[in-house]
Structures are given as structure tokens and as C-alpha cells.
């Protein structure tokens, strides 16, 4: 077979889990926190990474954002990425997934025109929308499959399974397509020290702005994106201890008096009218 | 003037904090406990060009710049400074006096090896009457022909029991105070070397330091590092390498010693808050990342003087003394704020603080290192 072209598309995303959110512009403060390999990204690109090692291939990585999401390009050469692409513009700033996806596949037709397979990540772990991989295929027109486990390359189509209300489906793609990949497997290696000197002694990163692409400004970043996040906020589990003292009868008597409620609602049962059936 | 780290250095740090957390973390304090030194670990590392970090491209080392070097020891020894001992010293004095002086065609021949971790290497100076003061060596080598034949035994030889070869200082004229001196490379299957007890010791249980025997232990004259006589100089300038590793390792333990300390003082709850809201406590915690700062900075210093082929000794001496004195205080402190947890085997800040003292005391003690920083200073015209 001859040897795959492929596109990883990754991105970096703060190593917190929590980020303050600017009520100004409606985005995270992604700022403030040190960056790493969006988890699944990472795992999209061990998997480029086992098809390139078994049946040769050329891997472009590719993201989107601020100067500093560079690293995560290196840290992909490093891996044993080939190319790296840096779309980084202030006009770019704040897209939604919508605009994302019609960015990068602009750039993916500009850079890597006879591209065979593109992968990325399932989501992310600062918005999980899960969007931007599909959304990627439509606006490049191939087919895709999402939440993929396990992947293998038969010539021109690739073979796939993925988990899906429990059943294992196995699938079938003709390229050029995209494929989401999960956490579940793929998992990635560790960078070498000597691949890591090598990503900065020969780095191959092009860095493309909205005019490179040829992408008016009133079509890119937060200007052009329909969706506006009105509030993020982090669900909290609240709990509250209730204390009771005395004779074992009389605290049974209350967890019932105080609680009966809850606990018929647990259950399912109405424990007012309820009769014991032994 | 930067102070931010480029993006090179921060994956650096990045790269080797998530495979040390990972492979290291979960059996630090147990390879500790039981003084086992986790081959399952170097297995991986050697895979990783951990053994090569500094050696060049061309012998299969990873050609890394010294911070980077430093940054790497810190993260491993952050997490354990035993096995960050058993790289830095394999690295540095096991290894970086070959790139150093030794011949194109002892590079060839030994680089390799040592790069991909096949061969462990270690660093033997120290005798039962020679440390600080190197004039004391005992250990002889005694030209036969083409061969050289070493007799001696070298005590408190850092991977001692795991090395497949190690640098061997000893004494080839002992009428030439100045050129008494040479250093050999021996492998471990050489006839005449053998390998003794491994020592009981306070801290870096999982490193097996050993004594090392050499008896009629026959060389050939290929295997002399840097010329007959230069043992001194290739002694001192592997030293400085060294003494940069051991910097880098003692701010790693002052570095783990301080997180723990942050992360429990605002667990640790007295007088009904936590003990982190107390000013004293406050205090001390200051002190220390004030202490890991200074000391972080001066030794990136000696790192950016020696990627500069500056004269970095006097660097890595202060650096050297510095980040050794301050890992001291700051995991004693870091003992203090954990109060009788701290001094229970249960909490990694008792290893933290065993760990710590003999930074103050291998590759020179402090007192040389004042000795070197001071024979500088004095030296240098005002």
C-alpha cells in the first residue's frame, strides 16, 4: 500500500481542570494556566504515530491558537510528528467549533492538499463538545466516523471499531476520510530525549495567519462564530451532615419523620402505605 | 534579560515530570523502604536516552544542552532522588569526561555503550584516606608494556553495584605531585574487578553504593582518559559537570519537599484552621520558595556559562553549595511543618530530608566548594 498522508489535528488545552471564565469576551482564561496536549489529541496522534511505524506514512500536525500552542506541535515532533502547522491570529481568536472547523480545513487544503486520512482527538477537556472533528469532515466533504478505538489501514479504506451502547461495531471507510479517536486505547508513548532535541534542532512549523489562508477577517474567529457561551460554571455536589443523638429506637423514629421522603422517593415506594411481604 | 523558559526547556520539564511521575512515583517511597535499586525503571529510561542526555548525537546520547540536563535531574530527582543520582552521576562524572578528553577512538568505543544505559557508569575517587583531598589516593596503575595494572579499592562508588563499567582515579607516578595522577576506563567483566557490600546508608537507599576491588586488574593503555598524568585535571573538570547534577538534584528534593509542605499545611487542620493561615507557617513556606528560587536561578547560571564554554567551576561550585545548604533547610523545615508526620517513614518528607544531607557532601562538600569559589575569587584581578 502506498504510504499514508495524514493530519492530526490537536490542541492545546490548560493542564487544570478549571479555569476562571472572563465574563468580558465569554471565554476561558486559558491564559493563566500552563498548557499541555488536549488528552484525546494526544491519543489521536499515537495512532498516526502506529500506522506511520507499521506502514510508513507522513504525519502533519496541525492546531489552532495563540502563539504558545506551538509547544504542542513540538511536543508532537517530538513524538515523531513530521510537519507541524501553527494557524495563530488575533482574527482567529474566539471561534466556536463551526468557525474552528472551517478554519483549519481551509489550512488542510492549502498545506496538505492530497491529504488521505485525517485524525483528531474524540473532544477536548476544556469545552468536550465533541463537535469539531465531525464538523471538520463537512466542511472538508469526506466521509468520517466518530469515537474510534482501534483502527487499521487496507490500502485505500481503513477498518474500524468503536464502542457503542455496548455493542463493538466494526466499520469500514474509503479515504480520504477523518476519523475521532477516544482515550480508551491508543495509549501514548513517552517523548525520547533525543526525539525532543531533534524537534528543536530541525523543526519543520509553519506558521500561517488569516491572510495566509487567504480568509477574510469577517469570516474567521469570534466575529464570524453564531454560537455565544452565556455562563460556564462547575456543577457542585453539595452535602449536608445531619447528626443524631440517643436511644437507637428513638433515631430511627426520626430518620423516618425527618427523611421518610427521601427515602420513599429512593426507593420507589410509598413507605406510608407500605406493608412489609414477608 | 529572560527569566521565563523557553518553550524547549518547559517540554523538557513536561516530558520527564509525566514519565517519572508515572514509572517512578508510585514505587519511590518503596525502593526506598527496601533498598532496591528499580531496574524495571532504567529498563524504560535507557529506551528513553535518559543515559545519554548530555552526550552527543553522533555516539547515540540525546546532544541535550546543560539546562536542559539540569532541568531533567531535577524532575527525576523530585520524584526520586536515588535514581536521579544513579543519572546524574552516570551522566556526568560516569560519562562526560569521555566526551570531554577521551579519543575519537575511545569515543566510539565507549559512548555507545554508556549512552543507551547498556553499560551503567560510575566515578571512583573516594578511598579510605582520600576524598576531599585527592593527593591521597592509593590506588595504583602500573605500566606493563601496553597494559596498564591497577591495584586498589575504591569505597563509596555511587552505582557501584549496578555499574558495567566506571572511571577509575589512580595514582601513576607518585614522584610527580603534579602529574601523579590518571584516570582509566574499566569495564566490569576485567579480570581483578569486583564489586563489595552494598553500604547501609542514611539516604539514596535505592542507589547501591558500594566499595569497588581492583586486583591485578590489567588495562590496556587505550583505556587511559585524557594523557598519563591528567588525572587531576580530568578529575576536577568531570567534577565541575558533576557538581551541576548534584545541584540540580538537591534543588528536586527541596523542590518535592516544599510542594508537600503547601499541600499539607492547608490540610492540616489546628486550632480548629488550617495550619497554612498561621504567619509562622507562612514564614517558613516563604523561606523556601524564596530559598528555590535563588537557588533554581544560580544554577541555570553555571548551566548557561558552561553552553557557553564560559570557565563555569566557580558557577557550579556556588551552585553546588547553594542548592545542597538550601535542600537541606528547606526539607528540614519541610520535616517541621509536618511536625511528628514528618518524622514518620509514612510521609516522603522524612526521605526527603535523609535524602537531602549528602547532597551537602558528595561530588565535594561544601567546604570545598567555598574552597573553589574563594581559590577563584582571589585569583581574579580587581
Given at each position: 500500500m502506498?504510504?499514508?498522508?495524514?493530519?492530526?489535528?490537536?490542541?492545546?488545552?490548560?493542564?487544570?481542570?478549571e479555569?476562571?471564565?472572563?465574563?468580558?469576551?465569554?471565554?476561558l482564561?486559558?491564559?493563566?494556566?500552563?498548557?499541555?496536549?488536549?488528552?484525546?489529541?494526544?491519543?489521536?496522534?499515537?495512532?498516526?504515530?502506529?500506522?506511520?511505524?507499521?506502514?510508513?506514512?507522513?504525519?502533519?500536525?496541525?492546531?489552532?491558537?495563540?502563539?504558545?500552542?506551538?509547544?504542542?506541535?513540538?511536543?508532537?515532533?517530538?513524538?515523531?510528528?513530521?510537519?507541524?502547522?501553527?494557524?495563530?491570529?488575533?482574527q482567529m481568536?474566539?471561534?466556536?467549533?463551526?468557525?474552528?472547523?472551517?478554519?483549519?480545513?481551509?489550512?488542510?487544503?492549502?498545506?496538505?492538499?492530497?491529504?488521505?486520512?485525517?485524525?483528531?482527538?474524540?473532544?477536548?477537556?476544556?469545552?468536550?463538545?465533541?463537535?469539531?472533528?465531525?464538523?471538520?469532515?463537512?466542511?472538508?466533504?469526506?466521509?468520517?466516523?466518530?469515537?474510534?478505538?482501534?483502527?487499521?489501514?487496507?490500502?485505500?479504506?481503513?477498518r474500524?471499531?468503536?464502542?457503542?451502547?455496548?455493542?463493538?461495531?466494526?466499520?469500514?471507510?474509503?479515504?480520504?476520510?477523518?476519523?475521532?479517536?477516544?482515550?480508551?486505547?491508543?495509549?501514548?508513548?513517552?517523548?525520547?530525549?533525543?526525539?525532543?532535541?531533534?524537534?528543536?534542532?530541525?523543526?519543520?512549523?509553519?506558521?500561517?495567519?488569516?491572510?495566509?489562508?487567504?480568509?477574510?477577517?469577517?469570516?474567521?474567529?469570534?466575529?464570524?462564530?453564531?454560537?455565544?457561551?452565556?455562563?460556564?460554571?462547575?456543577?457542585?455536589?453539595?452535602?449536608?451532615?445531619?447528626?443524631?443523638?440517643?436511644?437507637?429506637?428513638?433515631?430511627?423514629?426520626?430518620?423516618?419523620?425527618?427523611?421518610?421522603?427521601?427515602?420513599?422517593?429512593?426507593?420507589?415506594?410509598?413507605?406510608?402505605?407500605?406493608?412489609?411481604?414477608? | 534579560?529572560?527569566?521565563?523558559?523557553c518553550?524547549?526547556?518547559?517540554?523538557?520539564?513536561?516530558?520527564v515530570?509525566?514519565?517519572?511521575?508515572?514509572?517512578?512515583?508510585?514505587?519511590?517511597?518503596?525502593?526506598?523502604?527496601?533498598?532496591?535499586?528499580?531496574?524495571?525503571?532504567?529498563?524504560?529510561?535507557?529506551?528513553?536516552?535518559?543515559f545519554?542526555?548530555?552526550?552527543?548525537?553522533?555516539?547515540?546520547?540525546?546532544?541535550?544542552?546543560?539546562?536542559?540536563?539540569?532541568i531533567?535531574?531535577?524532575?527525576?530527582?523530585?520524584?526520586?532522588?536515588?535514581?536521579?543520582?544513579?543519572?546524574?552521576?552516570?551522566?556526568?562524572?560516569?560519562?562526560?569526561?569521555?566526551?570531554?578528553f577521551?579519543?575519537?577512538?575511545?569515543?566510539?568505543r565507549f559512548l555507545?555503550?554508556?549512552?543507551?544505559?547498556?553499560?551503567?557508569?560510575?566515578?571512583?575517587?573516594?578511598?579510605?584516606?582520600?576524598?576531599?583531598?585527592?593527593?591521597?589516593?592509593?590506588?595504583?596503575?602500573?605500566?606493563?608494556?601496553?597494559?596498564?595494572?591497577?591495584?586498589?579499592?575504591?569505597?563509596?562508588?555511587?552505582?557501584?553495584?549496578?555499574?558495567?563499567?566506571?572511571?577509575?582515579?589512580?595514582?601513576?607516578?607518585?614522584?610527580?605531585?603534579?602529574?601523579?595522577?590518571?584516570?582509566?576506563?574499566?569495564?566490569?567483566?576485567?579480570?581483578?574487578?569486583?564489586?563489595?557490600?552494598?553500604?547501609?546508608?542514611?539516604?539514596?537507599?535505592?542507589?547501591?553504593?558500594?566499595?569497588?576491588?581492583f586486583?591485578?586488574?590489567?588495562?590496556?593503555?587505550?583505556?587511559?582518559?585524557?594523557?598519563?598524568?591528567?588525572?587531576?585535571?580530568?578529575?576536577?573538570?568531570?567534577?565541575?559537570?558533576?557538581?551541576?547534577?548534584?545541584?540540580?538534584?538537591?534543588?528536586?528534593?527541596?523542590?518535592?519537599?516544599?510542594?508537600?509542605?503547601?499541600?499539607?499545611?492547608?490540610?492540616?487542620?489546628?486550632?480548629?484552621?488550617?495550619?497554612?493561615?498561621?504567619?509562622?507557617?507562612?514564614?517558613?513556606l516563604?523561606?523556601?520558595?524564596?530559598?528555590?528560587?535563588?537557588?533554581?536561578?544560580?544554577?541555570?547560571?553555571?548551566?548557561?556559562?558552561?553552553?557557553?564554554?564560559?570557565?563555569?567551576?566557580?558557577?557550579?561550585?556556588?551552585?553546588?553549595?547553594?542548592?545542597?545548604?538550601?535542600?537541606?533547610?528547606?526539607?528540614?523545615?519541610?520535616?517541621?511543618?509536618?511536625?511528628?508526620?514528618?518524622?514518620?517513614?509514612?510521609?516522603?518528607?522524612?526521605?526527603?530530608?535523609?535524602?537531602?544531607?549528602?547532597?551537602?557532601?558528595?561530588?565535594g562538600?561544601?567546604?570545598?566548594?567555598?574552597?573553589?569559589?574563594?581559590?577563584?575569587?582571589?585569583?581574579?584581578?580587581?
Amino acid at each position: 500500500m502506498t504510504m499514508l498522508k495524514m493530519v492530526v489535528c490537536i490542541k492545546q488545552v490548560p493542564m487544570v481542570s478549571e479555569l476562571p471564565w472572563d465574563s468580558r469576551t465569554g471565554t476561558l482564561k486559558r491564559e493563566i494556566a500552563e498548557g499541555m496536549m488536549n488528552p484525546a489529541c494526544k491519543h489521536a496522534l499515537e495512532a498516526a504515530l502506529r500506522i506511520k511505524h507499521e506502514h510508513g506514512g507522513h504525519i502533519t500536525v496541525i492546531t489552532m491558537g495563540p502563539p504558545m500552542a506551538a509547544e504542542v506541535l513540538y511536543e508532537a515532533l517530538t513524538l515523531g510528528a513530521d510537519r507541524g502547522i501553527l494557524l495563530t491570529d488575533k482574527q482567529m481568536a474566539g471561534a466556536d467549533t463551526l468557525i474552528t472547523s472551517f478554519t483549519i480545513a481551509r489550512a488542510i487544503e492549502k498545506e496538505c492538499p492530497e491529504f488521505d486520512l485525517v485524525i483528531c482527538g474524540s473532544q477536548t477537556s476544556d469545552s468536550e463538545t465533541a463537535q469539531v472533528g465531525p464538523q471538520l469532515a463537512e466542511e472538508l466533504k469526506i466521509p468520517s466516523a466518530a469515537y474510534i478505538e482501534s483502527l487499521e489501514c487496507w490500502g485505500e479504506t481503513i477498518r474500524m471499531k468503536r464502542l457503542s451502547d455496548d455493542f463493538l461495531e466494526t466499520l469500514e471507510m474509503d479515504l480520504p476520510g477523518l476519523v475521532t479517536i477516544t482515550t480508551r486505547h491508543f495509549h501514548p508513548r513517552y517523548a525520547t530525549l533525543s526525539g525532543l532535541e531533534e524537534a528543536f534542532q530541525f523543526s519543520d512549523i509553519t506558521i500561517l495567519s488569516a491572510e495566509d489562508l487567504g480568509l477574510s477577517p469577517d469570516c474567521i474567529g469570534m466575529k464570524a462564530s453564531p454560537t455565544r457561551i452565556l455562563d460556564v460554571f462547575s456543577i457542585t455536589a453539595e452535602k449536608e451532615n445531619y447528626v443524631m443523638k440517643g436511644a437507637v429506637k428513638k433515631i430511627l423514629e426520626e430518620v423516618f419523620e425527618k427523611f421518610g421522603d427521601k427515602i420513599s422517593s429512593a426507593m420507589g415506594k410509598d413507605l406510608k402505605t407500605h406493608e412489609h411481604s414477608d | 534579560m529572560d527569566f521565563n523558559p523557553c518553550m524547549k526547556h518547559k517540554l523538557v520539564r513536561k516530558t520527564v515530570r509525566e514519565f517519572v511521575e508515572t514509572e517512578l512515583g508510585p514505587i519511590a517511597h518503596e525502593i526506598d523502604k527496601d533498598a532496591r535499586f528499580p531496574w524495571e525503571v532504567a529498563e524504560k529510561m535507557r529506551s528513553l536516552n535518559y543515559f545519554g542526555i548530555q552526550i552527543p548525537k553522533e555516539y547515540g546520547g540525546a546532544g541535550l544542552d546543560s539546562i536542559s540536563y539540569a532541568i531533567s535531574i531535577e524532575e527525576i530527582s523530585r520524584v526520586s532522588a536515588a535514581m536521579g543520582l544513579c543519572i546524574t552521576v552516570h551522566n556526568s562524572v560516569g560519562a562526560y569526561p569521555i566526551v570531554l578528553f577521551g579519543t575519537e577512538e575511545q569515543k566510539k568505543r565507549f559512548l555507545p555503550k554508556l549512552a543507551s544505559g547498556e553499560q551503567i557508569g560510575a566515578f571512583c575517587l573516594t578511598e579510605a584516606n582520600a576524598g576531599s583531598d585527592a593527593g591521597g589516593v592509593e590506588t595504583n596503575a602500573v605500566q606493563e608494556g601496553s597494559d596498564y595494572v591497577i591495584n586498589g579499592t575504591k569505597i563509596f562508588v555511587t552505582n557501584g553495584g549496578v555499574c558495567g563499567c566506571a572511571l577509575i582515579f589512580a595514582v601513576t607516578d607518585a614522584q610527580n605531585p603534579r602529574k601523579a595522577a590518571s584516570v582509566f576506563m574499566v569495564e566490569k567483566q576485567t579480570p581483578g574487578f569486583s564489586v563489595g557490600e552494598i553500604e547501609d546508608l542514611c539516604g539514596m537507599r535505592a542507589n547501591p553504593v558500594s566499595s569497588l576491588f581492583f586486583e591485578d586488574c590489567r588495562v590496556s593503555e587505550k583505556n587511559l582518559i585524557g594523557r598519563r598524568g591528567d588525572g587531576l585535571k580530568v578529575g576536577l573538570a568531570a567534577l565541575d559537570t558533576g557538581r551541576i547534577g548534584i545541584a540540580a538534584q538537591a534543588l528536586g528534593i527541596a523542590q518535592a519537599a516544599f510542594e508537600a509542605s503547601v499541600k499539607y499545611s492547608k490540610e492540616r487542620q489546628q486550632f480548629k484552621r488550617p495550619i497554612s493561615s498561621f504567619q509562622t507557617i507562612q514564614n517558613y513556606l516563604a523561606d523556601m520558595a524564596t530559598e528555590i528560587d535563588a537557588a533554581r536561578l544560580l544554577l541555570y547560571k553555571a548551566c548557561a556559562y558552561k553552553d557557553a564554554g564560559k570557565n563555569f567551576s566557580p558557577e557550579a561550585a556556588k551552585a553546588k553549595l547553594f542548592c545542597s545548604t538550601i535542600a537541606s533547610r528547606v526539607t528540614g523545615l519541610a520535616v517541621q511543618i509536618h511536625g511528628g508526620y514528618g518524622y514518620s517513614k509514612e510521609y516522603d518528607v522524612e526521605r526527603y530530608f535523609r535524602d537531602a544531607k549528602v547532597t551537602e557532601i558528595y561530588e565535594g562538600t561544601s567546604e570545598v566548594q567555598r574552597m573553589v569559589v574563594a581559590r577563584h575569587l582571589l585569583s581574579t584581578p580587581v
